[in-house]
């Protein structure tokens, strides 16, 4: 075997080989050393103002399914058990209610245990400022006495095209069974 | 150092890399150049009926949760805030009501906003035609008066096994409140 | 072109080629001889006691949204076509509804179509074992009269950081429309 057979091979390997790795290096760029640092990280707030009966103008979220023992303007006993929730909450930067909202939070959650408040969540961000547009679609158990609570962020669209990752959720402040706050940390882990 | 020992590495080293290679080949085959072009994109329309009391026969849909101030028999008011609409539609290959269906759309969509009808889907495309058999399944928000819709392809079963993309949405016709058909462009970014 | 020189390109590719190999291996460390062999496999059964009027004490999910034409107490005719059940069913590691549940199965199914039994799923495993901590997130469609059903595993936290998969159900047992046990068969394809 030559020498320029063998530099011929190599670089020939090199171009074949060089896609690949073009692609590796735009989908995964950011992840080259950890792929447990996130590639992108965001903070939002959302509030909720659920319908009782009494504020048909400011709630943003109503009771839509019960169960055969509760009924859709009060809340069900049992940790709520039962109970479906829909829900356009709007999105904010920091903490305060009054803020101008960034986006909205659209979908649904469901109370799904009877001795501890716990829901599960489908829903999601849908961003309309100036600096983001496009979607990020959630899914997860939340049990919310739990300080931090994971849910998965399993979607996106425009500028969050095909993002993946994880959103960690608090409950940042809440009023009664009629108003809460969610502080949402988002970390994508796949950004393309 | 020899020729031959490094001839020897090289051969050495094609074979290491070559199971991450053929990996790589074909987790991600056809995305060698821009990742942003699909690996797979298909076309197809579904048709859904919603039951409105009169239609049970033909109806495809129906609403199973609303919110306190409306029923399940009539649409709500407010844009249909807080309807829940479960669904089973035929999939059809041209925008023909009549054509054979090719598979089913089945799952669910909640109208979550009061001043202007805006949705959140969560469903299954279910296949059974000589073409293909398995299933694709979607999570989003579709803000549906907006001409053109971005969601989540989150996963795949048989034929479309571990998929991943984003389906866009387009309302090709609607009667009243009681016969749309969407339009879903599917564009696969992840095919295995 | 002298040996060295190529020696020292051969050993510089190596080098610039390391991170994504390392990436690559991190990422999908088990998967290098074929993607269809999934990196993690488990298998769960999952119990499910549905709120018939009489057995509130024992139930685990309740119906919550049912059509026009039924209620929340009696599961609906046609094929319970329109109900939408809540539930928080034990996890187990055996069949044995009376084992130690190794966590919950917690979110909801609807009952999709008319003329056969057919559901759409939503849920998580929430694990909280010695063996696991963190959550499984499930979506798709379950046309549960046939033997086994594939959906999807759509996302993951804690011990299941960002995992995908294909869980494949079967119908280990039911009684009447009360009990049913599901067998899930895990099959993790992206671990990290």
Same mark, same amino acid.
């Given at each position: 075997?030559?020498?320029?057979?063998?530099?011929?091979?190599?670089?020939?390997?090199?171009?074949?080989? &060089?896609?690949?790795?073009?692609?590796?290096?735009? =989908?995964?760029?950011?992840?080259?050393?950890?792929?447990?640092?996130?590639?992108?990280?965001?903070?939002?707030?959302? =509030?909720?103002?659920?319908?009782?009966?009494?504020? &048909?103008?400011?709630?943003? &979220?109503?009771?839509?399914?019960?169960? +055969?023992?509760?009924?859709?303007?009060?809340? +069900?006993?049992?940790?709520?058990?039962?109970?479906?929730?829909?829900?356009?909450?709007?999105?904010?930067?920091?903490?305060?209610?009054?803020?101008?909202?960034?986006?909205?939070?659209?979908?649904?959650?469901?109370?799904?245990?009877?001795?501890?408040?716990? +829901?599960?969540?489908?829903?999601?961000?849908?961003?309309?400022?100036?600096?983001?547009?496009?979607?990020?679609?959630?899914?997860?158990?939340?049990?919310?006495?739990?300080?931090?609570?994971?849910?998965?962020?399993?979607?996106?669209?425009?500028?969050?095209?095909?993002?993946?990752?994880?959103?960690?959720?608090?409950?940042?402040?809440?009023?009664?069974?009629?108003?809460?706050?969610?502080?949402?940390?988002?970390?994508?882990?796949?950004?393309?």
């Amino acid at each position: 075997m030559s020498q320029n057979f063998l530099t011929f091979s190599f670089l020939f390997f090199l171009l074949l080989s &060089s896609p690949n790795h073009s692609y590796a290096q735009k =989908h995964t760029k950011k992840h080259a050393k950890n792929p447990r640092i996130p590639c992108k990280t965001m903070v939002f707030y959302f =509030h909720d103002v659920l319908y009782n009966g009494k504020n &048909s103008k400011n709630a943003t &979220s109503a009771i839509v399914g019960a169960p +055969a023992w509760a009924n859709t303007t009060i809340i +069900a006993g049992q940790s709520h058990f039962g109970d479906l929730i829909i829900f356009d909450d709007p999105i904010t930067i920091t903490n305060d209610f009054h803020s101008d909202p960034i986006g909205r939070a659209q979908g649904f959650y469901v109370y799904d245990k009877k001795d501890v408040f716990t +829901a599960w969540l489908g829903f999601s961000f849908v961003f309309n400022s100036t600096q983001n547009k496009g979607s990020l679609n959630f899914a997860g158990a939340d049990p919310l006495m739990n300080k931090t609570r994971d849910i998965s962020i399993i979607g996106g669209t425009g500028d969050f095209f095909m993002a993946r990752g994880i959103a960690t959720l608090m409950t940042d402040a809440f009023e009664g069974d009629v108003y809460f706050r969610l502080r949402v940390d988002i970390k994508l882990f796949e950004c393309w």
